[in-house]
T-cell receptor, first 114, second 110 residues
Framework: NAGVTQTPKFQVLKTGQSMTLQCAQDMNHEYMSWYRQDPGMGLRLIHYSVGAGITDQGEVPNGYNVSRSTTEDFPLRLLSAAPSQTSVYFC?????????????FGPGTRLTVT | GESVGLHLPTLSVQEGDNSIINCAYSNSASDYFIWYKQESGKGPQFIIDIRSNMDKRQGQRVTVLLNKTVKHLSLQIAATQPGDSAVYFCAEKGASKIIFGSGTRLSIRP
């Protein structure tokens, strides 16, 4: 299994540009989520999904859209990039239920908006 | 609102000693509490979790304690090793959301 994969690893955008960060998992996990991590800070939840066709907002959803058309993929779209969105973005997936919530994280996408 | 925080931003321990990392939470409705380890340049890695109806759970060299009375969570690492150097995050799951705290950096003195 590849686990959780994210592309690209690095990206530089100009203010106002849009782009999609890709996330895929091959573990058949129901739960997927996107976090951002600013330097020296913790992770903040942007959006999450408890299954295909279901998404919901996290702590900092403004400026981002998500969709979950399949169990495997959970792309994150930046609609109009702003310097405040410069951050490292992590995607995660897990089973959900009585067994706990062991999340598997991808390697991250480092985004710089100039 | 929901919040998860940590008492100490940095912790330095002697190699071989035990480490204790603390965390406070505010959402009494959380049903799981989770500890993650994040090494430099990598994504967080799951260490251990504990369900809200438990007080203690042990793993390999790690123990998590949950005190619901004072809304406090701790991670104990036995016989700390150089490979334990990382930032440690607590997180809580309320409804379907998993919210992270701000992190504690653990450094090991030789």
């Amino acid at each position: 299994n590849a686990g959780v994969t994210q592309t690209p690893k690095f990206q530089v955008l100009k203010t106002g540009q849009s782009m999609t960060l890709q996330c895929a998992q091959d573990m058949n996990h129901e739960y997927m989520s996107w976090y951002r991590q600013d330097p020296g800070m913790g992770l903040r939840l942007i959006h999450y999904s408890v299954g295909a066709g279901i998404t919901d907002q996290g702590e900092v959803p403004n400026g981002y859209n998500v969709s979950r058309s399949t169990t495997e993929d959970f792309p994150l779209r930046l609609l109009s990039a702003a310097p405040s969105q410069t951050s490292v973005y992590f995607c995660a997936s897990s089973y959900s239920g009585q067994g706990g919530y062991e999340q598997y994280f991808g390697p991250g996408t480092r985004l710089t908006v100039t | 609102g929901e919040s998860v925080g940590l008492h100490l931003p940095t912790l330095s321990v002697q190699e071989g000693d035990n480490s204790i990392i603390n965390c406070a939470y505010s959402n009494s409705a959380s049903d799981y509490f989770i500890w993650y380890k994040q090494e430099s340049g990598k994504g967080p890695q799951f260490i251990i979790d504990i369900r809200s109806n438990m007080d203690k759970r042990q793993g390999q060299r790690v123990t998590v304690l949950l005190n619901k009375t004072v809304k406090h969570l701790s991670l104990q690492i036995a016989a700390t090793q150089p490979g334990d150097s990382a930032v440690y995050f607590c997180a809580e799951k309320g409804a379907s959301k998993i919210i992270f705290g701000s992190g504690t950096r653990l450094s090991i003195r030789p």
